[in-house]
């Protein structure tokens, strides 16, 4: 008995030393709720793949906006208030991506929000900004984040649409007389997205898809894959991926020794993608931002002059290659320190200031509507391709 | 005369190319204390594992109350009432000595995962009996005072005596018990020979392989010395102590 | 059921009814329901680990199970959001019972492998099969749950109806545990031989509890398509699986307690640190997310080096010296 | 020689070893019998460092050894046989005698070893004829001797046998003990023999204890204890005859 | 270039030769410290991009040779598998199987972190040994690189039977991997002996990620995955059989490839793991794995 008494207090202890050491840590966890009421600031959220599976795409944007706010502040503020970023990791990760923009939203008060960088992490994303009533504008690419129109009211996106550069692709297949199209694609949200657009305009553009491939982002070879596309008697290949596999493509091809046109898709647009597939690359084709090219655009083209300072200041400070995905956080703090400057920080006011924002930004000439959240078309997009191992603008 | 409550006849296990158990016949009759003895590596616990269901006979047949059990699965033998112990003590070291002998209710218990979760009130009294029956069991070993502990907190010759509350629990007919005297003093040892004593009175009939012989002599009705997987001799413990083979089997020629 | 477990179920309830009026953050309110999921699937887990041994590293794949279900049936078919959890729970259970039946006569690491394998093909499946998942764009307008008439759309009222499910979840698995069922579980992790001489069908009770702890994470994937109201292959990968593992044995996993214990510490950790590099750049620190991953792994080993039975046990030593101490202190004292 | 005082030793729960004290000369051969489960191998294993000893002190030419790490012992000179051939099965016997000369391999080099390995061969002319045969094929007898072989290359001034006999023929084992004896002969070797053979391990031995749960009960010359009714006793308990006749 | 069913089926086994003897390579690196150890080595992952990361760094950034580089990234490799034994696996003085895993969890996620902050998240790529010229077997081509790849695997699994068959240190790695005991008996110290098992696989965890990285592309968030794949293959192959790693990769590899080839490159990978667990189901320790083994190693 005198044994049973003893457990029983042990136990009791037990759960105490437990549950004080939950509070302890709740109460610490939570105590830095009320450190950002700074109200002679503007609060910007900012969430980006900075770590994880995707963080190639969050990292350039986390630079650049960090770049931006600084400038910002440093030439004292917009309307003399500081910019104030809030930057949150999602790792990639939709759950992640759904805590950060709750709290974004609800413990620093912000009054819009930029990203997240990827496609699935945005969805996951977007119904939270919605229900708040807060201005999400995504640097992801898919156009599904946007549809229906009239339940996505809050919600606008910098990236060019896939479906214009697939109109960018077979626009120029339609010039060239090409008609048999193997698709290969990446088992990525990007790659799925394209696949969905490169099937569905197909018959539009007179295409006939014969071939539809896919590869893992971790595979090694796809010859496999290449050698059923060729046996498709394809007349192009289209590779839509944002991976570095799929650099491979390229490499594969020159071994199986096909000598047919290769389009790439705008996740190709990282320089590093052309190097590695070395001599493999040269004159594959492929829509993307002018960014890319900014050396061998033409200087009085409106964009030139604003993506010139951007990639020598981005350069300089990072010493990396300048990238479209971070071109997207250019233009969404651009955009959004032009609303804060006009309207102030009201979601509502910044929400309406957007829809009806037109300028010109590092992904294209912006025109948004009510009824176009992303202000983008197929000119946004010049066809590259890889010369001497740079993107070039592709001579007509 | 009395029933034959276990018969091996002409059992044989082989592991590849190593014969671990050879030709075996005993019969165990009913209500006896039957032990095996014999050298290391002889197969006795082989001849457990093998009327419990553990390891399939290569060859031969188990006879338990003349149906044929060779090659079933151990909880199917379970549930014909034979119980066990082993050699290294298998208790459940994180469960609570209680509910190491509930364990042996198992089979005397029908409740199943759906019931076991919603917990109606028949399984509720279901398990109320299966505690108050474990309790019995366990006063009946003497260890009625153990029954919040775990049982890996447990001195051997607790858990050992834990081990045949299990299987006292299950309400069998016959238990083999696997070297219960190993690990305990000699004070310990005289206890677990009144219980072995004290079962064997309930009606239950017990197997044992032992290597205390004073244990063995004192309690057994009937001993089989094996050596090399076979049975060398049967007999009382008299006979068995004076039989040349045996000696010779032990002590070396 | 013990003392000790109605206590600390009664402990639980009380700290979620009042939680939502201390924090009246939804932000936290919204951490602690995914708390909550991981909660309920690590349940389950610890049910299959630590009561009846036996490891499953493919847990993520019942999970989305769960969450393509719902997601599934109710955004493309409109089917009611409790049919289509039933529905998942019903093809989690014949799914674990179809993967339990040959992986279950496997042990240790051929185990582990065997449940990966499975975990990993249903993640491929998911991405390839477009037309009915989605693939990699996921399953979107999932409708949230309706509860007794209630829309459960904001996170206080999530909040209540995820932890009352893990409370729930909990009652039922404290309930098998105590059962003939459960100590048969336990006999089997403490020894599969004496439980088979005890008349336990070892080989049935691992499927079942392999089947039990599948509808576990199956329910918790099935909220998590209510909540988030998106789905997509991303959080249901093998990584997943390693990480409700990780949690179980962070907690320790021979109680259920510890389960609960590891899934809500792991899956705070994550807000933590950030809340932690927030701080620090409040003090003018400069302080990089990147360091957030060094961080984690490094108190994951720390934890995994110094409290090898689980973060409860390791309380309880804690507390066991201290009080040692403490009781020397005092005779010191007297004397 | 070798000398243990008052070792205590657990396995898990169980009290195993209760204040065991044994002293092997120089040159010896000592014996230790008793029966099953009575802490004979243990006693081994603890002196060979691979059982820890709770209690008691072990000296190994009057150096205490009690703690000392397994592979440190044997290159101290004390090697031992363990229980139930513990050779390694899926290599050669060439390769298992090479890796019982690491040690030799080590500090000598291969010349050294070599040599050892043909001084096994003269030894056991049967490891010679078998040596590129897995281990695991050889007969029981076959792996016994080169166990023994294994644990001489070492170059060990004590040797501890764990249950030579165990599961061979008499006559095998009657080969085993020869060779123990000319080894003895040859080199001076000191033997501490657990047998659970009392009566060909006690022909053998000069010395014996019997040992029984943990305790030794008798320390005799060998000749004396195969004569006394004790060791009987040891081993197939109290006699019955009486009682029942 | 002309095509034809057979010409396929051959590239078809270059391309899976070549995904094959990667995955062997890795799951080689688990056989090692399994056998020393029974524990499974999540970290091991890590290792391979360590060494394709640094061999990046050493070519293209110091402008090292090939071969140089090679050796300077497989020893800083070889030298993080010694440090990661000595500081987390060698204190632990309880080791359960589990709780050893979590370790190795804990310790990837680590050096996921450090190769993070030192590599920075992109990826890096560096040029292919030996050009991009592919050669022409029977109407199929295989890259100079595949080639590399399956004569370094070819190298290392003759350097290892040499290792562990014919030196001392080697048979005494593996006399402790048999028994334990008997290893300690007979002078080994086994605990060095789990040292040089974390250094070996270390090194060949390097060897591996810096043949892959001409052809993937390193990133430090790539260690998961090529881990778990090598996992599957030494566990199919049967742990702690080399030989049975070399032979279960390139199966894999092949069915991989083939299931990609003649059925659908969406389901090649779910294809070819659902024949592994197949072949686990029919033989429960493996390809080549003893039962026995698979018995005493448990959670």
Known sequence: ??????????????????????????????????????????????????????????????NT??????????????????????????????????????KLIKKFNVCAILGPSRSGTSMAAIPVAQAANIPLISCASAEIMLQPIEERGWIFKLAQNDSDAVRKIYDHLVKRGLKKVGVITGTTGFGAAGRDFLIKMAPEYGMEIVADETYAPGDTDMTAQLVKIRNSGAQVIVN???????????????????????????????????????????????????????????????????????????????????????????????????????????????RNYIENARFVGTGGIFCFSPKDHCGLDKTAFELLTVKNGKFVVLEP | MTEIILELKKLRKNFGGVVAVDHMDLTVESGSITSMIGPNGAGKTTIFNLITGFLKPSAGNILYRNTDISGMKPHVIARKAIARTFQNVQVFP??????????????????????????????????????????????????????????????????????????????????LLDEPASGLNARETVVMGRLIEKIRKMDITVVLVEHDMELVMDISDQIGVINFGRCIATGNPAEIQSNPEVIAAYLGE | MRHKDYMGLGILLLVIIFLPFVITNDYYLGVLVFTALNCLTCIGLCLLMGYAGQISLGHAAFYALGAYATGILTAKLGWSSWMAMGTGVIISAGVAFLVGVPSLRLKGHYLAMATLGFGAIIHIVLIAAVNMTGGPSGVVGIPSLHFFGIELNTDTRFFYFSWSTVIIGLLLALNLIHSRVGRGLRAIHGSEDAAGSSGVNTSVYKIKVFMVSAVYASVAGSLYANYVNYIDPGPFDVMHSVLLLTMVAVGGMHTIWGAITGATVLSLLPEFLSSMSDYFESLGLSYQPDYDTLIYG???????????????DGMNSIRRITSTMFIRARKKLVF | MLRLVNVNSYFNLVHVLKNLSLHVNKGEIVTLIGANGAGKTTTLRSISSLHPVKGGRIYFNDLDITHLRTEKLVKMG?????????????????????????????????????????????????????????????????????????????????????EPSMGLAPLIVKEIFRVILELREQIGLTVLLVEQNASSALKIADRGYVIETGKIIIEAQASALLENQEVKRAYLGRDKRKMWE | MESGGFTDFLQFIFMGLQRGCIYALVAMGFNIIYSATGVINFAQGEFVVLGGLMMVTLT??????????????????????????????????????????????????????????????????????????????????????????????????????????????????????????????????????????????AG????????????????????????????????????????????????????????????????????????????????????????????????
């Open chain 1, 1 to 62: 008995m005198m044994i049973n008494l003893r457990r029983q207090k042990e136990v009791r202890a037990v759960k105490r030393v437990l549950w004080c050491g939950f509070v302890l840590m709740f109460v610490f966890f939570f105590s830095t709720a009320t450190l950002y009421a700074d109200s002679k600031a503007y609060h910007v959220g900012c969430i980006f793949a900075i770590t994880g599976k995707a963080s190639w795409l969050g990292e350039p944007q986390k």
């Open chain 1, 65 to 102: 906006v960090e770049m931006l706010a600084q400038k910002i502040n440093e030439s004292g503020g917009i309307d003399g208030k500081k910019l104030v970023l809030h930057i949150e990791d999602t790792q990639g990760d939709n759950t992640r991506a759904v805590n950060a923009v709750k």
């Open chain 1, 240 to 350: 839509w991926s944002i991976v570095p596999a799929q650099s491979i493509i390229p490499q594969n091809m020159k071994q199986l020794k096909m000598e047919i046109p290769l389009y790439q898709s705008h996740g190709f647009a990282n320089i590093k993608y052309a190097q590695a597939a070395g001599e493999a690359a040269e004159g594959l084709i492929f829509p993307a931002a002018r960014i890319m090219a900014v050396d061998t655009l033409p200087k009085r083209h409106p964009q030139y002059a604003l993506m010139a300072e951007y990639k020598s200041e981005y350069e300089s400070t990072y010493k990396d290659n300048v990238s479209t995905f971070g071109g997207h956080a250019y233009d969404g703090i651009h955009l959004l320190s032009g609303a804060l400057e006009k309207v102030g920080d009201d979601p509502a006011e910044i």
């Open chain 2, 94 to 175: 994180q469960m609570t000595v209680l509910e190491n002998v509930m364990v042996g209710r198992h089979i005397r218990s029908k409740s199943g995962f759906i019931i076991s979760v919603l917990v109606p009130p028949f399984c509720r009294r279901e398990d109320k009996k299966n505690r108050t029956d474990a309790e019995k069991w366990l006063d009946y070993v003497g260890l009625g005072h153990e029954s919040d502990k775990t049982a890996g907190s447990l001195s051997l010759g607790n858990q050992r005596k834990l081990e045949i509350a299990r299987a006292l629990a299950m309400e069998p007919k016959i238990i």
């Open chain 3, 298 to 312: 490094g108190i994951l080993l720390l934890m995994m080096l110094f409290l090898p039975e689980g973060l409860v």
């Open chain 4, 78 to 162: 004390i090697a031992q046989v363990p229980e139930g051939r513990q050779i390694f099965w899926p290599m050669t016997v060439r390769d298992n005698l090479e890796l019982g000369g690491y040690l030799t391999f080590k500090t000598d080099g291969k010349k050294a070893l070599r040599a050892g390995i043909d001084r096994m061969y003269e030894l056991f002319p049967i490891l010679r004829e078998r040596k590129r045969q897995y281990a695991g094929t050889l007969s029981g007898g076959e792996q016994q001797m080169l166990a023994i072989a294994m644990a001489l290359m070492a170059k060990p001034d004590l040797l501890l046998l764990d």
């Open chain 5, 60 to 201: 293209t950034g110091f402008g090292l040779s090939i071969v140089f580089a090679f050796l300077i990234s497989t020893l800083f490799v070889t030298i993080i598998g010694i440090l990661m034994e000595r500081c987390t696996i060698n204190p632990v003085k309880k080791p359960t199987v589990l709780r050893l895993i979590i370790i190795t969890i804990a310790v990837s996620i680590l050096l996921k972190g450090v190769a993070m902050i030192i590599w920075g998240k992109g990826s890096h790529y560096m040029r292919h040994f030996s050009g991009s010229d592919p050669f022409v077997i029977a109407g199929a081509t295989i890259l100079p690189q595949t080639l590399w790849i399956i004569g370094i695997l070819g190298v290392i699994v003759v350097a290892f039977v040499v290792f562990f068959n014919l030196t001392m240190t080697g048979k005494s790695m593996r006399a402790c991997a048999i028994n334990r005991d008997a290893a300690c008996l007979a002078g080994i110290n086994d605990r060095n002996m789990v040292m040089l098992s974390f250094a070996l696989s």
């Open chain 5, 204 to 299: 060949i965890g390097a060897v591996a990620g810096i043949i892959v990285t001409p052809i993937i592309q390193m990133d430090y968030a790539r260690g998961a995955l090529l881990g778990l794949k090598g996992f599957g293959v030494a566990v199919v192959g049967g742990l702690g059989n080399s030989l049975g790693a070399v032979i279960a990769g390139i199966l894999v590899g092949v069915l991989e490839a083939l299931s990609g080839g003649y059925i659908s490159s969406h389901y090649m990978d779910a294809i070819a793991l659902l024949i592994l667990l197949l072949v686990l189901f029919v033989r429960p320790s493996g390809l080549f794995g003893s039962s026995e083994a698979s018995r005493l190693k448990e959670f």
